[in-house]
């Protein structure tokens, strides 16, 4: 028995780890944390200090009950947790739940999964830090307090199912706000001038007028000054420039720069950099500061010089700027400088290599710059022409890495041909565009945590899984927003000539930008009004200030909590009793056929259409919003078309034919078939001959293509992308195959491919009981008996599992059927 036990988080950060430490160390994981509050009740006292009731679930009850019986084994105990405030939290949990004597207990913390951090911590270990932990758990018990108050007055005043967040809440409030003003913004029109000349050797350049004209009339006159004008080089200005490399990642610009640069997501960032950090590639990845230690600076220095040359490196430090700034104490950086790509999974690669490129970039020279300002004047007014360009007279890091923007409308310099004073040019075209003022950009994810980062509104660790909650509670959605068509007009002189067009554009399109739904903006909404403390962004802020105060020990988490608990629960209970509900109710007009209200609002299965109130004898008329309607733009016309559905066309092959909105989309409805309607196709505009041609479609579609051992095989496309059905099996059918043309042999060995691979993910099937356990996601196992399913904690071994073993997990995992409650008549 090895004498020492070490303790992480996870098990790749354990099968990390063990790779440093000798044969008198075992290193185990502690899957996360092992105890929390509960899930069914509140578990604070409120009435009292504000203790947290802390349990053990279910899951991790085995994890203890081991790492209990080794740490009695062992001489020496080693907490190895994450150096932030949840590691320290999880390293107290692990002292107290496994019962630690502190004599035989220490605490090590690294940020860096190699051999050195690891020894050296090991040498300088110390105690758990209960300012830290204090500060973890006045976050926890107050997002907690906040949740379980506000989520249940949502429930009563707007809609069951629904949740609160302090800091989730203050996010959606920021993209509902956003949303708003892109609604009310008025487009304001001018004429932008954009000229192109060439030299007399031809060379062809762009430039602009600084100023735009308000009206065609002005922009018209202008171009008419122009049409026997000659042009030359007014003024000619060159001047030296340096542009300095960005500083290295912390985890708010890492996951804005993979955003802008590899697409990724920001809770998809922080799962290949977890996983960067476990094996031991990278530092650790939650943190705000952009410091590099000396070590680091020292690799980084002997790297460039290597790879690129002494007139590359230039070593410096960076401070941040980050409200609150704490956490780990360095940038995310790689681990060894030498490494520049690493042959693992494909993302992780190309995070691990954005990461290196940003480190090494923020060590090495600026880059040596050459301006040039040209103005162009013409001889028949005094307006003058400008014209940019940048030359790079050395590339220092720009060698490596150019940090990404979030603007849109960014315009790089480019090359300009070489110029003099005095000299003619040749004008080949000049323009007048209408163009129109713009309103601001809905925001990404990336610019979502820039903006909260600014407010100084969670940390690193809240990001991610904060963004991910709003869009899985339906608040807000990564929306693609179609626009509309715009007309501008456009001016051109090109040979003594002046033409006028019409063009359009479509304006107001975006793609997976965040655009919050109609629940999100009618919770936003009721929370303002009512809770306008808590959705205060100042007020969040300050919050996350008094956490860090705590985490630095000058204030007590206890009195922070009653001070916060005095003023909240007095206005949650206000609100519970006396608040209207909230609905989002518009009042669109009068329906001209019975004279009754027209309007829309939420109601429990989604927005809806209602002619008609309460109060009337005549019941109210429904209809629901199709998936791309909302409450807060949605015309009368529009509610009103929404009456004419669903609409029954005719009889084709004997079945009624209909159209109708539904759920997830327009469909046309055949017997007892659903056909979707093509994108860009309105359920009104629908005829006869448009749904025979889609029920054609759809039957051929769903015609057998092929038949295997007895079962018919058919193909569709799916949300996964193209599959093909057998035996009632579903097989995605990868880029690999010709979709459009497979082959029987194609087919055959898609079927044979699959039912190896369910095959290869049976571990025990005892057919006589109808029950077997199956390989699941990320290490898990199910345990299947019909139509019940079990899954199984990553601690349970199902190796050697019996029947009996298994008929005891679903016995006690099982989800339990509901009994329906008797009618009771009432005595007349």
Request: charged fraction near 30%; aromatic fraction near 8%; glycine fraction near 6%.
């Given at each position: 028995?090895?004498?020492?036990?070490?303790?992480?988080?996870?098990?790749?950060?354990?099968?990390?780890?063990?790779?440093?430490?000798?044969?008198?160390?075992?290193?185990?994981?502690?899957?996360?944390?092992?105890?929390?509050?509960?899930?069914k009740?509140?578990?604070?006292?409120?009435?009292?200090?504000?203790?947290?009731?802390?349990?053990?679930?279910?899951?991790?009850?085995?994890?203890?009950?081991?790492?209990?019986?080794?740490a009695k084994k062992?001489?020496?105990?080693?907490?190895?947790?994450?150096?932030?405030?949840e590691?320290?939290?999880?390293?107290?949990?692990l002292?107290?739940?496994?019962?630690?004597?502190?004599?035989?207990?220490?605490?090590?913390?690294?940020?860096?999964?190699?051999?050195?951090?690891?020894?050296?911590?090991?040498e300088?270990?110390?105690?758990?830090?209960?300012?830290?932990?204090?500060?973890?758990?006045?976050?926890?018990?107050l997002?907690?307090?906040?949740?379980?108050e506000?989520?249940?007055?949502?429930?009563?005043?707007?809609?069951?199912?629904?949740?609160?967040?302090?800091?989730?809440?203050?996010?959606?409030?920021?993209?509902v706000?956003r949303?708003?003003?892109?609604?009310?913004?008025?487009?304001?029109?001018s004429?932008?001038?954009?000229?192109e000349?060439?030299?007399?050797?031809?060379?062809?350049?762009?430039?602009?007028?600084?100023?735009?004209?308000?009206?065609?009339?002005?922009?018209?006159?202008?171009?008419?000054a122009?049409?026997?004008?000659e042009?030359?080089?007014a003024?000619?200005?060159?001047?030296?420039?340096?542009?300095?490399?960005?500083p290295?990642?912390?985890?708010?610009?890492?996951q804005?720069?993979?955003?802008?640069?590899l697409?990724?997501?920001?809770?998809?960032t922080?799962?290949?950099?977890?996983?960067?950090?476990?094996?031991?590639?990278?530092?650790?990845?939650?943190?705000?500061?952009v410091?590099?230690?000396?070590?680091?600076?020292?690799?980084?220095?002997?790297?460039?010089?290597?790879?690129?040359?002494s007139e590359?490196?230039?070593?410096?430090?960076y401070?941040?700027?980050?409200?609150?700034?704490?956490?780990?104490?360095?940038?995310?950086?790689p681990?060894d400088?030498?490494?520049?790509?690493?042959?693992?999974d494909r993302?992780?690669?190309?995070?691990?290599?954005?990461?290196?490129?940003?480190?090494i970039?923020?060590?090495?020279?600026e880059?040596?710059?050459e301006?040039?300002?040209?103005?162009?004047?013409?001889?028949?007014?005094?307006?003058?022409?400008?014209?940019n360009?940048?030359?790079?007279?050395?590339?220092?890091f720009?060698?490596?890495?150019?940090?990404?923007?979030?603007?849109?409308?960014?315009?790089q310099?480019?090359?300009?041909?070489?110029?003099?004073?005095?000299?003619l040019?040749?004008n080949?075209?000049?323009?007048?565009?209408?163009?129109?003022?713009?309103?601001?950009?809905?925001f990404?994810?990336?610019?979502?945590?820039?903006?909260?980062?600014?407010?100084?509104?969670?940390?690193?660790?809240?990001?991610?899984?904060t963004?991910?909650?709003?869009?899985?509670?339906?608040?807000?959605?990564?929306?693609?927003?179609?626009?509309v068509?715009?007309?501008?007009?456009?001016?051109?002189l090109?040979?003594?000539?002046?033409?006028?067009?019409?063009?359009?554009?479509?304006?107001g399109?975006?793609?997976?930008k965040?655009?919050?739904?109609?629940?999100?903006?009618?919770?936003?909404?009721?929370?303002?009004?009512?809770?306008?403390?808590?959705?205060?962004?100042?007020?969040?802020?300050?919050?996350?200030?008094?956490?860090?105060?705590?985490a630095?020990?000058?204030v007590?988490?206890?009195?922070?909590?009653?001070?916060?608990?005095?003023?909240?629960?007095?206005?949650?209970?206000?609100?519970?009793?006396?608040a209207?509900?909230?609905?989002?109710?518009?009042?669109?007009?009068?329906?001209?056929?019975?004279?009754?209200?027209?309007?829309v609002?939420?109601g429990?299965?989604?927005?809806?259409?209602?002619?008609?109130?309460?109060?009337?004898e005549?019941?109210?008329?429904?209809?629901?919003?199709?998936?791309?309607?909302?409450?807060?733009?949605?015309?009368?016309?529009?509610?009103?078309?929404?009456?004419?559905?669903?609409?029954?066309?005719?009889?084709?092959?004997?079945?009624?034919?209909?159209?109708?909105?539904?759920?997830?989309?327009?469909?046309?409805?055949?017997?007892?078939?659903y056909?979707?309607?093509?994108?860009?196709?309105?359920?009104?505009?629908?005829?006869?001959?448009d749904?025979?041609?889609?029920i054609?479609?759809k039957?051929?579609?769903?015609?057998?293509?092929?038949?295997?051992?007895?079962?018919?095989?058919?193909?569709?496309?799916?949300?996964?992308?193209?599959?093909?059905k057998?035996?009632?099996?579903f097989?995605?059918?990868?880029?690999?195959?010709?979709?459009?043309?497979?082959s029987?042999?194609?087919?055959?060995?898609?079927?044979?491919d699959?039912?190896?691979?369910?095959r290869?993910?049976?571990?025990?099937?005892?057919?006589?009981?109808?029950?077997?356990?199956?390989?699941?996601?990320?290490?898990?196992?199910?345990?299947?008996k019909?139509?019940?399913?079990?899954?199984?904690?990553?601690?349970?071994?199902?190796?050697?599992?019996?029947?009996?073993?298994?008929?005891a997990?679903?016995?006690?995992n099982?989800?339990?059927?509901?009994?329906?409650r008797?009618?009771?008549t009432?005595?007349?």
């Amino acid at each position: 028995m090895a004498k020492n036990l070490v303790i992480v988080e996870s098990p790749a950060k354990a099968k990390t780890i063990e790779k440093f430490l000798g044969k008198d160390f075992k290193v185990e994981s502690s899957f996360g944390h092992i105890a929390d509050l509960p899930s069914k009740e509140l578990g604070v006292d409120v009435d009292g200090d504000f203790k947290p009731k802390y349990v053990v679930s279910k899951d991790k009850k085995a994890v203890v009950k081991k790492l209990k019986d080794l740490a009695k084994k062992a001489e020496m105990v080693w907490l190895a947790s994450d150096e932030d405030r949840e590691g320290e939290a999880i390293a107290w949990h692990l002292a107290e739940s496994l019962g630690l004597d502190k004599a035989k207990t220490k605490r090590i913390v690294f940020h860096e999964i190699t051999k050195t951090a690891i020894q050296k911590a090991i040498e300088n270990p110390r105690g758990i830090d209960y300012n830290l932990v204090d500060a973890q758990q006045a976050r926890r018990v107050l997002d907690r307090i906040v949740g379980y108050e506000l989520s249940p007055v949502l429930w009563r005043k707007v809609k069951g199912g629904l949740s609160a967040g302090r800091v989730q809440s203050v996010s959606v409030r920021l993209i509902v706000e956003r949303e708003r003003e892109i609604e009310g913004f008025k487009p304001v029109a001018s004429y932008r001038i954009d000229a192109e000349f060439s030299t007399q050797e031809g060379q062809t350049f762009k430039a602009k007028l600084p100023k735009n004209f308000d009206t065609k009339e002005a922009a018209l006159a202008f171009l008419e000054a122009n049409v026997a004008a000659e042009f030359k080089v007014a003024d000619l200005q060159k001047k030296p420039a340096k542009k300095a490399p960005a500083p290295p990642f912390t985890t708010s610009t890492l996951q804005q720069e993979a955003s802008r640069k590899l697409y990724f997501s920001v809770s998809k960032t922080m799962t290949m950099a977890q996983r960067l950090y476990e094996a031991g590639l990278i530092t650790y990845m939650r943190t705000d500061s952009v410091n590099l230690s000396d070590e680091a600076r020292n690799g980084a220095q002997r790297e460039i010089e290597a790879a690129y040359g002494s007139e590359y490196s230039k070593p410096r430090n960076y401070k941040g700027k980050a409200k609150g700034a704490q956490e780990a104490h360095e940038a995310i950086r790689p681990t060894d400088f030498s490494r520049h790509t690493v042959n693992i999974d494909r993302d992780q690669a190309r995070l691990y290599e954005l990461i290196w490129k940003r480190a090494i970039a923020s060590q090495m020279s600026e880059a040596q710059l050459e301006r040039t300002n040209v103005k162009i004047n013409a001889t028949t007014h005094n307006e003058l022409f400008t014209a940019n360009g940048e030359m790079i007279k050395f590339d220092g890091f720009l060698k490596v890495y150019l940090e990404g923007t979030d603007d849109e409308d960014n315009e790089q310099d480019g090359m300009l041909p070489k110029l003099t004073v005095n000299e003619l040019l040749l004008n080949n075209i000049i323009t007048a565009t209408q163009r129109f003022t713009r309103p601001p950009y809905r925001f990404t994810e990336a610019s979502l945590v820039k903006k909260l980062e600014e407010l100084g509104i969670g940390r690193p660790s809240t990001y991610a899984p904060t963004i991910s909650t709003i869009q899985n509670r339906g608040y807000i959605e990564k929306g693609t927003v179609e626009g509309v068509a715009r007309k501008y007009s456009q001016l051109t002189l090109q040979d003594g000539a002046i033409a006028d067009v019409t063009l359009t554009e479509n304006v107001g399109s975006d793609k997976g930008k965040l655009v919050p739904t109609d629940i999100g903006m009618i919770v936003t909404d009721f929370l303002v009004n009512h809770f306008e403390t808590i959705l205060d962004y100042n007020f969040t802020a300050k919050v996350e200030e008094d956490f860090d105060e705590i985490a630095e020990g000058k204030v007590d988490w206890e009195k922070m909590m009653k001070a916060f608990y005095k003023d909240f629960h007095p206005t949650v209970e206000d609100v519970q009793e006396n608040a209207e509900r909230e609905s989002g109710e518009r009042i669109l007009g009068t329906d001209p056929q019975t004279g009754r209200q027209v309007s829309v609002r939420l109601g429990r299965f989604g927005p809806m259409v209602q002619i008609g109130t309460v109060d009337e004898e005549e019941k109210p008329l429904f209809a629901s919003l199709s998936p791309d309607q909302q409450l807060n733009t949605i015309t009368f016309e529009e509610a009103m078309d929404l009456f004419k559905l669903p609409k029954q066309l005719g009889t084709y092959e004997d079945e009624t034919v209909e159209v109708n909105n539904g759920r997830f989309g327009p469909y046309v409805k055949f017997g007892k078939k659903y056909i979707s309607l093509p994108k860009g196709m309105e359920p009104l505009d629908v005829e006869m001959s448009d749904a025979i041609e889609l029920i054609k479609e759809k039957q051929k579609a769903d015609a057998p293509i092929y038949h295997y051992n007895g079962h018919d095989v058919t193909k569709g496309k799916g949300r996964f992308g193209p599959f093909i059905k057998w035996n009632n099996i579903f097989i995605n059918v990868n880029k690999k195959y010709d979709w459009d043309n497979l082959s029987n042999e194609d087919i055959e060995t898609l079927i044979e491919d699959k039912l190896q691979k369910e095959r290869d993910k049976l571990i025990h099937n005892w057919e006589e009981a109808g029950i077997r356990v199956e390989k699941a996601r990320w290490g898990r196992h199910n345990i299947i008996k019909g139509k019940t399913k079990v899954e199984l904690p990553k601690t349970v071994d199902v190796t050697d599992m019996t029947l009996e073993e298994a008929e005891a997990h679903l016995e006690k995992n099982a989800p339990k059927k509901k009994t329906a409650r008797k009618k009771t008549t009432k005595k007349k």
